[in-house]
């Protein structure tokens, strides 16, 4: 082991820590009237009144109420807050569907350069062709990656990309004159599928999951017809399985004209071994927060591009990015093309997030197309070893593999016996991990396995600390045998104990109340 | 590895794919590069690019090259921000829970609205998201735009409205704002919403109440994208009856990223609360009494409520308004007045400045924050190139959004523009027009094929 050995707190650990004893203080409620950190340019031009420059009953009569702190207080502030966090850099995440895998240094530092960080969106093409071949480069090797040939790096996030999705589906059929009604999603689907397709206009219906944990066909055969638009699907799915049916789940949905979008919050488990376009896949959209290492930021920035196939392409949004193949040098080869009669428009403002296409740029760069197979070869290792070990201990009886499969990248285990034979509930066992110093798997999710814990290790954890993952889970489920009142009320050396979220929702205090 | 897992290969592992579905050789990417070999690689095709250290920048349109203090970029660096996943957990993410909640108290200040969210995406896609949050809250499905809403909105809102079955209709300008007497006729009993921009595209500032007044008329909600920035002069949107306040954040402490990542801020009425997109974080107490923050009323979001959820949104913009909030918080009270008043100055020097310049017209004469528009008589695509060559942006051609204002030129300033800045680009604009000859003159314009279309 190269890590610290877990020391998790006796069971009657209730006196609080350092940390506990401090109260949370709002940067607000440190402010001091006539206190202030900027310095700002002194004024350069001729002094008008302000209402001479605009109408009085238009300005604003009481200034914002801001913090009045210094600079020292704000970064003091912040920082403390900071340690009140935990993160990828402190410890393992093994969040499933989440991709918590290591955050590149160097993406930082090429995406902070001045020619990047500094470029305005409306800059001309011509005074802008690093950045539209930055984009011009990533945009092939994600349809390299994904074997589906045209990309449009525009939506801001995954459910971006697959509201764009769906909203191509529609243009498609419309283009055909055909109008559909419903778009299928499987029972296992990311919340965000069933939510875009009601945002897209259209209805959500469910599709059952056989016992292999893979799409029932019987069911998608009975709920395929010339009204499906669509239907979503992650592969390997949020089970972690693969679905080795999709040869004859894309024709299913194909003969009777709809499309097949993949959800790529999996495509960590798959780089360089299978791709959605040779699946039969139409749509895909890619995390770049998730397989191509963009930090998480506690939440975003991330960007969800979009890769098609030849029949969807007239309709991607635009701008596109275009190179004349035969300006021979003479003239900028590189522009943003907004000509496209067929196109759905615009998703948001510009050309996307840019800052998330350099460091997902640099990412692949640095790890070529070896380094990326490698990647997907490495946390399905990983994910197999994590569930072996895992098995191997206690957990092999409380904590279940719910669909009793080899995995790829991630797997679900299900915490029902352990909530039944030791009164350890899903929710116990992960507030438990975190006195262990491991952020918990994805709890709760998918929603067919009661007591869903959901393990997603990564390639960048090594063997070592997913044995340390695995000895704290079996650490944890010794103690629910001899008294679960320790996991109940943990944790216990948190900055704060369990919170009360019903709380929060019932009577909501969403800012705070200010003179 | 294998051994404990009972295979004897990592091919076994991909067993599961069906053979005629493997890759069979290996991606057609180029070969890894070391960290040195990386970074130079990008540095290339960074170093061709200009940017705002390599030209005075006066671009606008929705992003402004505000200066960025020092102590932004520390912060966001952290680890323990950077790194983290989404607050599921709020036990071990009160750090990222409180920024948020400090984060929505400052746009509920600055926006005069009581309820703020904690990002989402962008400016425009929150255009579409406010055009979301009414059809449900009205059960109407018609959009009323003015043209002084961003292009980038309005297109992302004939974008999303495929998939709401809404209509959009859009409402001209008149001596640079909404006409109000158009809007008034536009504006019926079938009508969401209603979307303006203040100050709008053009820079001018909108009479905001009196046009919220003709959206209540309708019964129709109002939406007002604003300048977050404006806000510290400009009378807040929660005082002149809009009921969704929603804009881009780039300019509180994002860098210009050639468009991203920023955020977008989206602030209601009480009535709305429980429509919110995105997340929201809210006050609560742990198992001890002690204060802390989770994220509040979760059932509105896709994670729970699935089809049923109030938006598809799940990537908030969480490192960005963490940015956004610092930046506040850094000008402060006094700082963020003084910020704006100081822009307003600069921008009515330009404005007389190069409305003095022969060849150079002012395309309306309405009062302005941060922006304004003016006629070129020479093409301004042929002028904004002769002032690159001076080390200048100039400026943003209406042209590439406006069939109407094909001669017209946004100017855009910020603290960062100095004086000097100011009478460079009047002299570099001069020149340009009353030196660029038919040489300049190029035939082809660049419209978006959705600004065609309208």
Redesign the interface.
Known sequence: MTGPAPSPPPANADTPTAQQRETAITIYEKSVAGRRAATLPSLDVPERALSELIPQNLLREKPAILPEVSEPEIVRHYNRLSRRNFDLDTGPYPLGSCTMKHNPRLNERVAALPGHARVHPAQDPKRAQGALELMWRLERSLAEITGLPHVCLQPSAGSHGELAGLLLTRAYHADRGEERAKVLTPDTSHGTNPATVTMAGYEAVKVATDERGGVDLDDLRAKVDDQVACLMLTNPNTLGVFDENIAEIASLVHDTGGTLYYDGANLNAIMGRTRPGDMGFDICHLNLHKSFSQPHGGGGPGAGPIAVSDRIAPYLPVPRIVRDEGSNGAAPPFDLAYDEPKSIGRLRGFQGNFGVFVRSYAYIRSLGGDGLTDASETAVLNANYLLARLRAGRAGKYLPLAFDRLPMHEFVLSGAPAKRDVQAKTLDIAKRLLDYGFHPPTIYFPLLVDEALMFEPTETETRESLDELAEAIESILTEAESDPEILHRAPYTTPVRRLDEAAASRRPVVRQPLG | ??E????SS?D???????E????DG????????S?SE??D??????????????EA?F?????Y?HYV?A?V???T????????????????????L??M??F???I???TGL???N??L?????SAASAA?LAIGATKRTKLVASRGL?P??R??L???A????AEVVEVGLADGVTDAGELAAAAGDDTAAVFIQNPNFLGA?E??AALAAIAKDAGALTAAAVDPIS??????PGECGVDVAFG?GQPLGN???????S?GFFAATEEH?RRMPG??????????D??????????R?????????T??????????A?AG??Y????????????G??V???T??AREKLAAIDGVELLHEA?V?REFAVRVETPVEAV??RC?EDGL?AG?WLGREYDEYQDGLLVALT??R???D?DRLADSLERAVQGAGDEFLRAGR?????EVAT
Request: net charge negative; hydrophobic share 40%.
């Open positions: 590895m294998l404990a897992i009972g295979v990592v076994d592992l991909f067993d599961a794919i069906p005629a579905l493997r890759l290996p991606l057609g990417l180029e070969d890894g590069l960290e990386c970074f690689e990008l540095a290339a095709l960074a170093a061709r690019n200009a940017h705002a250290d390599s920048c671009l606008g349109a929705g992003m090259d203090p102590l970029d520390a912060i660096q952290r680890s323990e921000f950077l790194t983290p996943y989404t607050p599921y957990q709020p036990e071990v993410s009160q750090g990222g409180q920024a909640f400090e929505q108290t400052a509920s200040e600055l009581p309820v703020a904690a990002s995406y962008e400016g425009p896609s979301y961003h980038h909105s297109a992302a004939r974008t999303y495929k998939g709401f079955g500032i009479d905001v806000l510290s002069v400009l009378r807040p881009e860098r210009l990223d050639f468009g991203g990542p955020f609360i997340r929201i974080a809210g006050e609560t107490t742990d198992a001890d002690r204060r802390g923050f989770v994220l509040a009323l979760q059932t979001e896709q994670h729970i409520r699935r089809e049923k959820a938006h598809n949104i799940c990537t908030s913009q969480a490192l960005n963490l909030v610092i506040l918080a850094w000008l402060g009270k006094r700082g963020f007045t003084e910020l008043e100081l307003a100055q600069r009515a020097y009062p924050f904004l190139d690159a942006a943003y603290e960062r100095s004086k000097a100011i660049r419209n978006s094929p959705e």
